[in-house]
């Protein structure tokens, strides 16, 4: 029950800073915020702080930011609609880049922790295609089918979601066989054709990787962390990509809020025994998963989302004038119902699962 708890209160912080960041580009813009609020359902408690009501709400599932005159006419000079179309812009902007900038933080956080993967070869399967095509231990892979590799990840998610595709490996090969040494390091090209290993049931190469390490200095730290920010950007698109194309069913692609909290307090269970540093790490992972990915989905042209909304913003900046709001509000609200449906769709998903 404690873990169902902590991840409800996990999902709920996220979708509080991405509010939180509508909440500040607003005030900072001068329109006029009635209710910042901290959960959902029923009011509380609340506080009246100036023109805004701070609010504490039954459920812990995020918060909300209502501002004047969002959704309708309203005369009022603080209204969201007549503020300059770059400021409205910037606030329905800033909760997308709340959640990359929180996924970036706890990133730091993961890699302080655990290192970072880095792509070099600790050696190669006997009769794999890695080793027919010479690949050897140190050998530094840089790119795959011209997508860059930062680590050895990316190499595996690339075959994850290019099943049995033919590969064109970028690789570097140390000076003497080693990376210590000063000389040059020698660039390669492999033509490689995965193979299906059916204990794994996945399409591979046959090369060997040797693990996370730790990070040097401030620098390396801070640019693995935009990595695994960056990777979760990658993955998600990669993932969207699979199940446009049917390359991935929809009952296994898309999971809504009860089956994400169901997989966080499994996750955190297990990890309660490992000790206090194993549980920020599995919280922390969590954290930059799911905030990079409410960010990638929020921007996405999407009607009744923050893309689909940003869309008609960047029409309206390019012509000169805005769309007519009582079109741009049929087409929000069509897609708020195509929404709706996806959730009915989603949460019964979730519920079959786990009966």
Not at 154 to 183: I, K, M
Request: contains cysteine; hydrophobic residues 45%; aromatic residues 8%.
């Amino acid at each position: 029950m404690l873990s169902i708890i902590v991840a409800l209160l996990l999902f709920g912080f996220i979708v509080l800073v991405h509010e939180f960041g509508h909440f500040l580009l607003a005030k900072l813009n001068g329109i006029g915020v009635v209710e910042f609020s901290m959960g959902m359902g029923p009011r509380l408690c609340s506080v009246v702080r100036g023109e805004t009501r701070y609010s504490i709400k039954a459920l812990p599932f995020g918060g909300s930011c209502a501002m004047v005159g969002e959704d309708q006419d309203d005369p009022n000079p603080k209204a969201f609609n007549n503020k300059p179309v770059l400021a409205r812009i910037a606030v329905i902007a800033a909760g997308p880049v709340f959640n990359f900038i929180l996924a970036f933080l706890f990133a730091i956080v993961i890699v302080s922790i655990a290192g970072h993967d880095q792509p070099v070869l600790t050696g190669v399967t006997e009769g794999s295609p890695a080793q027919e095509a010479g690949l050897m231990a140190g050998d530094k892979i840089t790119r795959i089918n011209g997508r860059k590799v930062s680590a050895y990840r990316d190499v595996q998610l690339y075959l994850l979601s290019h099943p049995g595709d033919s590969v064109t490996l970028r690789y570097e090969r140390p000076a003497g066989g080693s990376w210590e040494n000063s000389g040059a390091a020698e660039k390669r090209t492999a033509e490689l054709t995965p193979v299906y290993d059916e204990q794994y049931q996945a399409y591979m190469l046959g090369v060997q990787f040797g693990g996370y390490q730790k990070t040097r200095g401030p620098g390396e730290l801070l640019s693995s962390s935009l990595y695994e920010v960056k990777y979760c950007v990658v993955s998600t698109f990669d993932s969207l990509r699979m199940l446009f194309t049917r390359k991935i069913a929809v009952d296994d692609a898309v999971t809504g809020p009860v089956g994400i909290v169901n997989m966080v307090g499994e996750t955190v269970e297990s990890g309660r025994q490992g000790g206090a540093l194993v549980m920020v790490y599995i919280l922390s992972s969590w954290v930059l998963l799911l905030s990079a990915s409410l960010g990638i989905m929020n921007l996405l042209p999407i009607p009744a989302l923050d893309g689909g909304r940003l869309l008609f913003l960047l029409i309206e900046l390019v012509r000169g004038k805005p769309i007519d709001p009582e079109k741009e509000g049929m087409v929000h609200m069509a897609g708020m119902m195509a929404l709706m449906a996806l959730m009915v769709f989603v949460l019964f998903n979730d519920i079959r699962r786990l009966m």
